[in-house]
C-alpha cells in the first residue's frame, strides 16, 4: 500500500506549489528522502514486478472466466 510519507509524496499535481514545497522538503530532509526512496523501492519490487503483475493477470483471467461459466 502506498502511504504518504512512508514510500511516496503526494501532491496537488494542479498546484505547482505544492510540488515545489515537496522537492525543497525532500531537499532538505536527507532521512525522509531515504525512507521515501527505501519504501518505494521495496513497494515496486513487491508489487509491480513483471512477475507479480503476471500473476494479476492471471488471477484476473481466472475470474473472467469462472463469472461467464457460472452464467
Request: net charge positive; proline share 2%; hydrophobic share 35%.
Given at each position: 500500500?502506498?502511504?504518504?510519507?512512508?514510500?511516496?509524496?503526494?501532491?496537488?499535481?494542479?498546484?505547482?506549489q505544492s510540488i515545489a514545497d515537496?522537492?525543497?522538503?525532500?531537499?532538505?530532509?536527507?532521512?525522509?528522502?531515504?525512507?521515501?526512496?527505501?519504501?518505494?523501492?521495496?513497494?515496486?519490487?513487491?508489487?509491480?514486478?513483471?512477475?507479480?503483475?503476471?500473476?494479476?493477470?492471471?488471477?484476473?483471467?481466472?475470474?473472467?472466466?469462472?463469472?461467464?461459466?457460472?452464467?
Open positions: 500500500k502506498l502511504n504518504n510519507g512512508e514510500n511516496i509524496v503526494l501532491v496537488d499535481s494542479r498546484n505547482p515537496a522537492i525543497v522538503r525532500l531537499l532538505k530532509d536527507e532521512n525522509l528522502r531515504n525512507k521515501i526512496g527505501t519504501g518505494g523501492r521495496r513497494f515496486v519490487l513487491d508489487h509491480l514486478s513483471w512477475e507479480n503483475i503476471a500473476k494479476q493477470m492471471e488471477a484476473l483471467y481466472e475470474n473472467i472466466l469462472k463469472e461467464r461459466s457460472s452464467s
